[in-house]
């Protein structure tokens, strides 16, 4: 391999450089700032850009030979990029304002990159540290040329397997379907429809929406034909939450139990085998150590089959969700709703907490109206709620 370093004023001469002496096929292995006062910079008066590239040598492997794909190169690991998120972000930003040096014609070629989806994405909330991985993965292969791309596609993993473009927002979207295994396709969301669920239990703080949504969940379940459903609530806390639920299962057609001790417990357990699908409704902030954190365990310990998701207003500061996350995965929580759609554009945040987080999400509220501002998720839906350019969501 030829591993050789590029310097310039700015990161457009730098890459042009790299394209005139390696050619449009290199591989940008690192990029950084240097410092004025460093011995690169004194070799190369007026530089403030470095770029270490790679031209693999003209050598594949026998199968590869055979095939007539060459070998998939190999990418090193530099920590520069993905460590140093602020300079990852100013040399986008350099990208975007473009250099009227003559040296910025080397990004020509680079003209459908669309760097923009970055800069958008940040302000919409998304994580440095969740979207520079993909960045990175993203330009190797929209840099990579058109054989490289069909072995990568034909690996049969990964975004690059599904890509129809050239966005690094397809790119995103792609991967994080993956991540969250889901299809695009709006009927393959996750448990709260699934045939074998039959009982799903809400946590979250007070106001996230779990009693909206619940109501969502069991309106849309029943209009999809499960007619035998209960609401079984916990919230006995709450001033007026008990007479809230029964206002609402009038309106709703479910049956109400209250379960404020074990006794109570047991007595609704015993019909859920009959009903065709049970909701709990948990109190706001409730622990392991609460009065209600108890008598939830130990319905648990009695119907190990309860799924447990986690609700997470949009509203909410992320650092807030995580916690309440964490207070969840207490009770085995492994699922995420989203709530509250409608009243913030920074939905982000969904995306952090849930890319690599082996969290699964199971949809979307996305306003008052019940059943029909619930959405479950796929594909499509992450998509339309949280990557589509502005003008595009939903």
Same mark, same amino acid.
């Given at each position: 391999?030829?591993?050789?370093?590029?310097?310039?004023?700015?990161?457009?001469?730098?890459?042009?450089?790299?394209?005139?002496?390696?050619?449009?096929?290199?591989?940008?292995?690192?990029?950084?700032?240097?410092?004025?006062?460093?011995?690169?910079?004194?070799?190369?008066?007026?530089?403030?850009?470095?770029?270490?590239?790679?031209?693999?040598?003209?050598?594949?492997?026998?199968?590869?030979?055979?095939?007539?794909?060459?070998?998939?190169?190999?990418?090193?690991?530099?920590?520069?990029?993905?460590?140093?998120?602020?300079?990852?972000?100013?040399?986008?930003?350099?990208?975007?304002?473009?250099?009227?040096?003559?040296?910025?014609?080397?990004?020509?070629?680079?003209?459908?990159?669309?760097?923009?989806?970055?800069?958008?994405?940040?302000?919409?909330?998304?994580?440095?540290?969740?979207?520079?991985?993909?960045?990175?993965?993203?330009?190797?292969?929209?840099?990579?040329?058109?054989?490289?791309?069909?072995?990568?596609?034909?690996?049969?993993?990964?975004?690059?397997?599904?890509? #129809?473009?050239?966005?690094?927002?397809?790119?995103?979207?792609?991967?994080?379907?993956?991540?969250?295994?889901?299809?695009?396709?709006?009927?393959?969301?996750?448990?709260?429809?699934?045939?074998?669920?039959?009982?799903?239990?809400?946590?979250?703080?007070? =106001?996230?929406?779990?009693?909206?949504?619940?109501?969502?969940?069991?309106?849309?379940?029943?209009?999809?034909?499960?007619?035998?459903?209960?609401?079984?609530?916990?919230?006995?806390?709450?001033?007026?939450?008990?007479?809230?639920?029964?206002?609402?299962?009038?309106?709703?057609?479910?049956?109400?139990?209250?379960?404020?001790? #074990?006794?109570?417990?047991?007595?609704?357990?015993?019909?859920?085998?009959?009903?065709?699908?049970?909701?709990?409704?948990?109190?706001?902030?409730?622990?392991?150590?609460?009065?209600?954190?108890?008598?939830? =365990?130990?319905?648990?310990?009695?119907?190990?089959?309860?799924?447990?998701?986690?609700?997470?207003?949009?509203?909410?500061?992320?650092?807030?969700?995580?916690?309440?996350?964490?207070? =969840?995965?207490?009770?085995?929580?492994?699922?995420?709703?989203?709530?509250?759609?409608?009243?913030?554009?920074?939905? =982000?945040?969904?995306?952090?907490?849930?890319?690599?987080?082996?969290?699964?999400?199971?949809?979307?509220?996305?306003?008052?109206?019940?059943?029909?501002?619930?959405?479950?998720?796929?594909?499509?839906?992450?998509?339309?709620?949280?990557?589509?350019?502005?003008?595009?969501?939903?």
């Amino acid at each position: 391999m030829q591993w050789r370093k590029f310097y310039g004023r700015t990161m457009a001469g730098a890459l042009a450089r790299v394209k005139r002496e390696l050619g449009a096929d290199a591989l940008i292995v690192e990029s950084r700032m240097i410092e004025p006062d460093s011995a690169a910079a004194r070799m190369n008066p007026g530089a403030k850009y470095e770029i270490v590239a790679v031209r693999e040598r003209a050598t594949t492997t026998l199968a590869a030979q055979e095939s007539g794909v060459p070998r998939l190169p190999a990418t090193g690991k530099s920590s520069d990029l993905l460590e140093d998120l602020g300079l990852l972000r100013s040399q986008i930003n350099q990208l975007l304002t473009g250099d009227e040096s003559p040296d910025s014609s080397c990004i020509t070629h680079h003209s459908s990159l669309d760097l923009a989806d970055y800069h958008d994405l940040i302000a919409r909330g998304v994580d440095h540290r969740v979207i520079a991985p993909q960045f990175r993965a993203w330009l190797n292969w929209r840099l990579a040329p058109k054989t490289m791309r069909h072995y990568m596609a034909a690996q049969g993993n990964g975004p690059a397997a599904k890509m #129809e473009g050239d966005s690094l927002r397809e790119w995103l979207w792609q991967a994080w379907a993956a991540e969250q295994g889901l299809e695009a396709n709006p009927d393959s969301g996750l448990s709260t429809q699934d045939s074998e669920l039959r009982t799903l239990a809400l946590l979250g703080p007070t =106001g996230c929406g779990k009693t909206t949504t619940l109501a969502k969940i069991s309106s849309k379940l029943r209009q999809e034909g499960r007619q035998n459903i209960a609401i079984a609530t916990l919230d006995g806390c709450r001033f007026g939450a008990v007479e809230q639920w029964r206002r609402i299962g009038k309106l709703i057609g479910v049956e109400i139990h209250e379960i404020a001790s #074990e006794a109570d417990a047991t007595r609704c357990m015993e019909s859920w085998d009959s009903l065709d699908w049970v909701g709990i409704d948990t109190p706001g902030g409730m622990t392991p150590d609460s009065t209600a954190g108890r008598l939830y =365990g130990s319905i648990l310990a009695r119907c190990p089959n309860i799924e447990s998701a986690v609700v997470v207003p949009m509203t909410q500061q992320e650092p807030i969700s995580r916690r309440s996350i964490e207070r =969840g995965k207490s009770f085995g929580a492994s699922r995420l709703l989203f709530t509250k759609l409608d009243e913030t554009e920074q939905t =982000g945040s969904i995306l952090n907490l849930t890319m690599n987080q082996q969290l699964k999400i199971d949809g979307f509220a996305t306003g008052t109206r019940v059943p029909e501002d619930w959405e479950r998720a796929s594909a499509d839906s992450l998509w339309r709620r949280v990557l589509a350019p502005a003008g595009g969501m939903c």
